[in-house]
């Protein structure tokens, strides 16, 4: 990740020695190496999640890691590295998750999957909604860490892309529709919509909030299931008049 200039806050304070550069190069070469990497990993990513990346210094992740500055800089030269290897983590968990395929997804009537999915996105997000903010953000400016959240994005439409040529072969969605642009349009709205409820705050009832995007996508589909489009208060079995 290139530097901005600027403050020396959290940037590389002292040339790397010989020794220094090969394990960041290379990695730790034994047992407790790997565990203090992984110690400043951790704890750079609590701080980043409390402070921001700007506000973040290596200050602050040397006292939550409860080490010298100096062996910070014996595994990573700035908080740019640092921040890339959190947010590098973060997005192979999320990829990890998305492929996952849980119970809750593999039966069940269509709209049931659908649901399911969107469920999903929005545990995964919320778990990791401060990092993906913060990649965000960095991302404005680092064109790495913006082609890294765009994989998390990619990935997860990818799946669902998957998902909605099966229900057209299957005969349950609509076969006019393009499946790539809808997925984007539609992954567009579960986004933003997790974004203003998880990052900037806005209150939402999360039952009434995941049934309101999988009523939104399943119609955009043109799912094949009518209980999507019973009222909510209708009894089962009755039938909605005009």
């Not at 790397?16 to 190069?25: C, G, I």
């Not at 999915?117 to 404005?140: F, K, S």
């Not at 860490?145 to 994005?153: D, G, K, N, W």
């Amino acid at each position: 990740m290139a530097s901005r200039g600027g403050s020396p806050r959290g940037r590389r304070v002292t040339a790397a020695s010989e020794p220094q550069q090969l394990r960041r190069e290379s990695g730790p070469q034994t047992g407790k190496g790997v565990a203090r990497r992984a110690e400043l990993i951790v704890a750079a990513r609590r701080v980043f999640e409390r402070r921001g990346f700007i506000d973040a210094r290596v200050a602050d992740i040397v006292a939550e890691a409860r080490v010298a500055q100096g062996t910070f800089y014996s595994y990573f030269d700035s908080k740019d590295t640092i921040f890339r290897v959190v947010a590098e983590r973060v997005v192979e968990q999320m990829l990890e998750d998305f492929d996952a395929d849980g119970p809750a997804t593999s039966g069940g009537s269509t709209y049931d999957r659908v649901r399911a999915g969107l469920q999903r996105y929005v545990d995964i997000y919320r778990r990791d909604a401060r990092i993906i903010a913060l990649m965000e953000q960095v991302g404005t400016f680092t064109p790495e860490m913006r082609t890294m959240r765009l994989q998390v994005r990619e990935a997860f439409l990818a799946r669902i892309e998957r998902g909605v040529k099966r229900q057209q072969a299957e005969g349950v969605a609509d076969p006019g529709l393009d499946p790539q642009l809808m997925v984007q349009v539609l992954g567009a709205m579960v986004e933003h919509t997790c974004y203003v409820w998880l990052t900037l705050g806005k209150e939402f009832d999360e039952h009434d909030l995941v049934e309101a995007m999988t009523l939104i996508w399943a119609r955009a589909i043109g799912v094949a299931d009518p209980s999507a489009w019973r009222p909510r208060n209708e009894p089962v079995g009755s039938v909605a008049t005009d």
